[in-house]
């Protein structure tokens, strides 16, 4: 929970973690062609890493050329809702013990559509924020 007083609580990294295995819905930012571009994915958690599944497409091609991504997932309810974002490295997974690791996250396409292939976002940070909603104080009571 936010610390009482504070409208914004810094997440520990086991807190992000957590947080973002209660979820299945996050968003994968990687760069195409130069210009960012941001993808809804359905994930897993699996060892302290983000792993989705992908069919061929831009965004695979994206995350084989250039491999550093972030990925973010957020969750609400009426008083707080939180953020978590990780700074990693992309990787499709390639070899059979890899791709049986990754089938055990039971990690299903949410469309019907075929996803062949596996990628596993390594984090090099993980950051996170809660945050309390209220009402925006006035502007004379943060100078005083």
Not at 6 to 34: D, F, H, M, Y
Not at 63 to 76: G, Q
Request: charged share 20%; aromatic share 8%; glycine share 6%.
């Amino acid at each position: 929970m936010p610390e009482s007083g504070g409208p914004v609580t810094i997440l520990s990294v086991s807190q992000c973690w957590n947080l973002l295995g209660s979820v299945a819905l996050g968003r994968l930012v990687t760069s195409v062609e130069g210009q960012p571009e941001i993808f809804p994915v359905n994930f897993a958690v699996q060892r302290h890493t983000v792993l989705f599944r992908t069919a061929e497409g831009t965004k695979l091609v994206s995350t084989a050329i250039n491999n550093r991504v972030l990925f973010e997932a957020d969750d609400h309810n009426v008083a707080e809702g939180w953020s978590v974002i990780v700074k990693g490295t992309a990787r499709m997974l390639r070899t059979s013990e890899e791709i049986e690791e990754a089938e055990r996250a039971q990690l299903l396409p949410w469309t019907a559509t075929l996803k062949q292939h596996y990628v596993r976002v390594l984090p090099i940070s993980v950051t996170g924020r809660r945050f309390r909603f209220g009402p925006e104080p006035s502007a004379e009571s943060t100078f005083a």
